[in-house]
């Protein structure tokens, strides 16, 4: 199967350049979109990247914990490319905080970029598809929605949040458009973690592994080549979502 010919071959991922968006950007290549790499910091990984998958896209930047600056993202995709067809919504900040501590500013450090950009990328996205296209919309979670601790209470927060906003957004958007989620759990070490606790996280899972981008990757083709699903997340965790442990 392959991805509806009614979807605009125009593919926006946020948080492209690097880790998993490098290889959800390999992917949507491959099935011939044109994509837009977005990044923040890492205009270079986006500009060698974008040699790399032939050239057919663009790179855009910006800080998306400023929504001002997202409309006019949009724009630039849409003035380069054209209308988005498919939207991967993979950039987040994953940082640690906890009820004891969390403040005002790690709050929003995390709700604006995790949540808010998502849900106005996805608004503008929906709004300039063309009349009779069809869109997809991937947002990137994480395992821990369905295995609630009280560790990272503001990124935890944001991805819950996106979670609901994912099942809510393939109600109204449906049937033009289906909106769907992945949720990895360890797929490579986060920023400080060391090699060891890593291993360790993916040895504690019911499987003994994690995933690897590649198969985050073919994840989203599936998601996006189902024609049936929307409003539905995949846990790519090794069933970690199944045995949390304070230890982990």
Excluded at 19 to 47: D, N, Q, T, W
Excluded at 64 to 82: F, H
Excluded at 109 to 119: G, I
């Amino acid at each position: 199967m392959s991805i509806s010919p009614h979807v605009p071959r125009v593919a926006l991922v946020t948080g492209g350049a690097r880790r998993l968006g490098r290889a959800l950007v390999e992917m949507l290549a491959g099935e011939g979109f044109s994509v837009a790499i977005h990044c923040h910091r890492s205009y270079p990984e986006a500009k060698d990247l974008l040699a790399h998958v032939g050239g057919k896209g663009c790179v855009v930047q910006a800080d998306l914990s400023r929504e001002e600056a997202l409309l006019p993202m949009m724009a630039d995709v849409r003035q380069s490319l054209g209308p988005v067809g498919v939207l991967v919504n993979n950039a987040s900040v994953f940082e640690r905080d906890e009820f004891d501590n969390a403040t005002r500013e790690s709050w929003d450090r995390h709700l604006e970029p995790n949540l808010r950009a998502p849900f106005v990328l996805s608004q503008e996205m929906a709004r300039h598809l063309p009349e009779g296209a069809e869109g997809l919309i991937l947002h990137m979670l994480d395992q821990r929605v369905w295995n609630l601790t009280p560790h990272f209470v503001s990124y935890t927060v944001s991805r819950a949040a996106l979670w609901s906003l994912t099942q809510t957004m393939a109600l109204r958007f449906a049937p033009h458009i289906r909106v769907n989620a992945l949720g990895p759990g360890p797929v490579l070490p986060a920023a400080g973690q060391s090699m060891e606790h890593f291993e360790a996280m993916c040895r504690g899972t019911p499987l003994q592994r994690g995933a690897t981008p590649e198969e985050i990757a073919e994840a989203a083709r599936m998601l996006f080549v189902l024609p049936s699903v929307t409003g539905q997340m995949l846990a790519l965790d090794g069933g970690q979502h199944l045995n949390w442990s304070p230890k982990m």
